[in-house]
């Protein structure tokens, strides 16, 4: 049995007001599931049992009642919310995740939807609460996540249901501390409450507020639209989505320079947008809106040309350079595409001369001198990269130790700053560094205390040079690896803090997050002093531990401890 997929959203519509008026008929609410896919099953067959009659006799059979009012019709939808606020809890939730996040339902193989989230075990503490309609009647079937304080603004909701056929909600397993809410409905309204502190006898009102739909268009300074201008909205006071993250919405306007987003809620925000050869603009509106948003740009100072690989048979199709401009005023760096013809369009720069760097990995930087005016707001540069020279070699600390995870920037002698290039070692010291000329370069250690320890000066020639002497005056590396508490490596991501009683003038030891292994070595500590260590992944932390900087073990092990277990 095959329907169009024009024709499924009919299907499902009919099946789910069929639902609503049999469901009286279901006597056991956990069997749902199984009887809500043959009332769909049901429906599609009179669909395609009316398209055929449709199709002989030309005219399709008059079935059903006339078409409802928009005010029957939202009356209808509240009382389907409300019935289906009375079913039980996962048969709801999967319900609203159907029909308003777009989830799928549960297969007619049986498989069961997935079991919604819950806190650590045995924890029976939460709140309560109701979620209310604008006009403060009760809000049936909406959805109400809950967010820990303090989590991050991107990160996901650790507890949602959906609130009952009277707008009640209620989440228990949940661990004691403060958390925020946020109520969404699937016609579009918003709501959230802040604050919420775990466990609490007094109930959360959550009221719900319209969200609005904002309109504009980007266009020149003679009102000429802008194609596929890069758009953005954000939040400067009011609206949010979600307790932890102000609304910050990105899109690209169309071929008419024209944008939509929609279900802003209510607040002042600035709308942005940014286009190669205009400068950047922006401007601050309320929202809801009196009229659309009109952004004019101005015409913008830019480089543009076209960049090959090694000669100009070759263009650089479709890929990526990063441009770093020098100027009297400062430098920027930005990463730039290539069209399949290698063109390239730079950001908008300001006027004045410029030294400008193109990078392209592994071939050797290019740099020229250019210079931007009103008169000549365009400048064209053709860019040809050429193979660089590769060198390997092995980074050390004065007593021969190799240095781990550590960058290496190599600036070369009369360039700009922005030609320098980083490497980074691996855990035995090694490394690799491409795209260098043969010319004089400056070798300086990555990172925010590297004149400390010291330049060193290393002459590249035109062949390949293994035998490298690159040794800086640093400490001993000590290695740490994070450990879950089942003893296995935390991923990348995990920082590890670390405590040292130094001599008045010295400096700390930096924190340090680890790679993929778990793994981090400390090079910046001060010898003959008790360093302390500690890891933090989330919410685990280690105990603190002592290593003697002068005779450490191989490795320190920082094994993270639950506070739920």
């Known amino acids: 049995m095959r329907i169009r997929a024009a024709s499924a959203d009919d299907v499902v519509q009919d099946a789910f007001i069929q639902a609503f008026l049999g469901l009286r008929s279901l006597h056991d609410p956990a069997r749902f599931g199984p009887w809500f896919l043959a009332v769909v099953r049901n429906a599609a067959r009179r669909h395609i049992r009316d398209a055929g009659r449709m199709a002989v006799g030309g005219v399709p059979e008059q079935v059903g009642q006339p078409e409802a009012s928009p005010v029957e019709a939202g009356e209808l939808r509240d009382e389907l919310w409300r019935k289906v606020g009375e079913l039980p809890d996962g048969i709801r939730e999967a319900i609203f995740l159907y029909y308003h996040e777009g989830e799928s339902v549960p297969r007619e193989d049986g498989a069961e939807p997935a079991a919604p989230m819950r806190g650590a075990p045995g924890l029976r503490v939460g709140f309560f609460g109701e979620v209310q309609k604008p006009d403060g009647t009760p809000a049936p079937g909406v959805r109400v996540a809950a967010y820990a304080a303090g989590a991050s603004a991107a990160g996901e909701a650790r507890f949602q249901l959906v609130s009952d056929a009277e707008g009640r909600f209620r989440f228990v397993d949940i661990e004691p501390g403060a958390w925020s809410l946020l109520a969404e409905s699937a016609d579009g309204f918003f709501g959230m409450a802040t604050g919420v502190t775990a ?328 010898p003959g002093v008790k360093l302390g260590a500690r890891a933090e992944y989330r919410r685990m932390m280690s105990p603190t531990v002592e290593v003697d900087p002068d005779s450490p073990p191989d490795v320190v092990i920082l094994r993270l401890e639950d506070p739920e277990r």
């Open 199 to 526: 466990p609490s006898a007094d109930p959360v009102t959550i009221r719900l507020e319209p969200t609005y739909r904002l309109e504009g268009v980007v266009t020149d300074e003679k009102d000429v639209s802008i194609p596929d201008a890069s758009v953005r909205v954000v939040a400067l006071t009011g609206g949010r989505a979600g307790p932890l993250q102000p609304f910050d919405a990105k899109l690209s306007a169309g071929a008419d320079g024209r944008f939509i987003v929609s279900a802003v809620p209510d607040g002042y925000y600035r709308v942005a947008a940014e286009v190669p050869r205009y400068q950047p603009g922006s401007v601050a509106v309320r929202v809801p809106p009196k009229e659309p948003v009109h952004l004019r740009l101005k015409g913008g100072m830019y480089i543009t040309g076209r960049a090959f690989l090694r000669d100009r048979q070759h263009p650089l199709q479709e890929g990526t350079l990063t441009i770093q401009v020098d100027s009297k005023t400062g430098s920027s760096g930005d990463r730039v595409d290539t069209d399949v013809a290698g063109r390239f369009f730079s950001q908008p720069l300001p006027s004045g001369d410029h030294t400008a760097t193109f990078h392209y990995q592994p071939f050797a930087p290019v740099t020229v001198d250019l210079t931007l005016s009103e008169s000549q707001p365009a400048v064209e540069k053709d860019v040809i990269f050429r193979d660089g020279i590769m060198l390997s070699a092995v980074a050390r600390n004065m007593s021969g130790d190799p240095l781990p995870w550590i960058g290496l920037s190599w600036h070369r002698e009369g360039a700009p700053a922005s030609a320098e290039i980083v490497a980074k070692t691996d855990r035995h010291g090694r490394f690799e560094v491409t795209g260098l000329d043969a010319s004089r370069y400056e070798v300086k250690m990555a990172g925010p205390r590297r004149e400390r320890h010291g330049i060193r000066e290393v002459m590249v020639s035109a062949e390949a040079n293994t035998e490298v002497n690159l040794r800086f005056d640093i400490s001993r590396p000590i290695y740490f690896r994070a450990e879950t508490p089942d003893g296995m490596p935390v991923p990348r991501g995990c920082r590890i803090y670390f405590s040292q009683r130094v001599p008045p003038g010295s400096h700390g030891p930096l924190a340090l997050d680890t790679n993929e292994d778990g793994m981090a070595a400390q090079l910046d500590y001060v």
